[in-house]
Nanobody
């Protein structure tokens, strides 16, 4: 199992941006893993934010972040970044990187591009990184 370290959380104003990083342990890479982010707002359950697969596969975004967040992989394939733009106060919470899935699916779209169509993460969760968005 990949060991993950999340970083980059902090304080942002509503409308601002933050970038979160998920780094694999030094002896591993994300080459053969679908990697995603989930978040847990205070008092709520974990919910999927986004997930990515290897290069060339279109990532999947939850509808509440699509168009504002972007998930990407580093060149060394040991880092996955979540760029969060136009943040909202309700997005305050703990963010976790995940590589284990209860459900995961890819398929070809009408333009023959491979896209992730479903990714439902499962725990256990790591330490996470905390994001606070002020209004």
């Amino acid at each position: 199992q990949v060991q993950l370290v999340e970083s980059g959380g902090g304080l942002a104003q509503a409308g601002g941006s933050l970038s979160l990083s998920c780094t694999a342990s030094p002896d591993l890479t994300f080459d053969n893993y679908a990697v995603g982010w989930v978040r847990r707002a205070p008092g709520n359950q974990h919910e999927l934010v986004a997930c990515s697969s290897e290069k060339g596969v279109t990532p999947y975004y939850s509808e509440f972040v699509e168009g504002r967040f972007a998930i990407s992989r580093g060149g060394a394939v040991r880092t996955v970044t979540l760029r969060m733009n136009t943040l909202r106060p309700e997005e305050t919470g703990d963010y976790f990187c995940v590589t284990t899935w209860g459900e995961y699916a890819e398929s070809y779209d009408t333009e023959d591009d491979l896209v992730i169509t479903n990714c439902r993460p499962k725990g256990p969760w790591g330490q996470g990184t905390t994001v606070t968005v002020s209004s």
